[in-house]
């Protein structure tokens, strides 16, 4: 199961777990209730998976592609960690499946705090529209995974602050009516 725990608010390594001090473990009903979705796969079937392919037709997940982040798989490497890990929101999903390694996924909870969510092999994860997020790896600096989009894929990344945007507007609508 997954992962999530709230951040401490030291500025060392992001790759370190950033566990805040006393624990406060989040857990998924948390989690969904600030929209973000999560699944358990078995990602050494990933290409024939019946279950992921239900996830897909039933969320209309129509585009995907895999990336390797790590030093010698991604060009410009160093640069892609820094904006990765830059609070920013998108205008549509993002939706990530690890197939291989593990990092970390930090979203912003109703108060604006940092949750992270420790993602590794198997895991599947939707984040919504509108929510303020970044990743980073782990220590381990690798991870392999497969990007999911409904239809063509936006890459485009809305650096805080963004609150402008439609998609910041229905999330914090979204948001207004789960409290």
Same mark, same amino acid.
């Given at each position: 199961m997954v992962q999530a725990w709230y951040m401490d608010k030291s500025a060392d390594d992001p790759r370190r777990p950033h566990r805040g001090e006393p624990a406060r473990p989040v857990d998924l009903e948390q989690l969904r209730g600030l929209g973000v979705l999560y699944w358990k796969l078995d990602a050494d079937k990933y290409e024939n998976d019946p279950e992921l392919e239900k996830i897909r037709k039933e969320r209309n997940y129509s585009w995907m592609d895999i990336?390797?982040?790590?030093? %010698?798989?991604?060009?410009?490497? $160093? /640069?892609?960690?820094?904006?990765?890990? /830059? $609070? &920013?929101? &998108?205008? %549509? %999903? /993002?939706?990530r499946y690890i197939l291989d390694g593990s990092g970390y996924f930090d979203v912003r909870d109703k108060e604006d705090r940092w949750i992270r969510i420790f993602m590794e092999k198997g895991d599947m994860i939707t984040l919504p529209a509108g929510i303020y997020h970044r990743f980073t790896l782990d220590e381990k600096n690798y991870v392999k995974a497969m990007r999911l989009f409904v239809g063509d894929p936006v890459w485009t990344a809305y650096n805080r602050p963004a609150d402008h945007f439609e998609a910041r507007g229905q999330y914090l609508e979204f948001l207004a009516q789960t409290a």
């Open positions: 990336i390797t982040i790590c030093k %010698d798989k991604l060009p410009n490497y $160093e /640069e892609k960690i820094k904006m990765f890990y /830059e $609070e &920013h929101l &998108h205008l %549509d %999903d /993002e939706i």
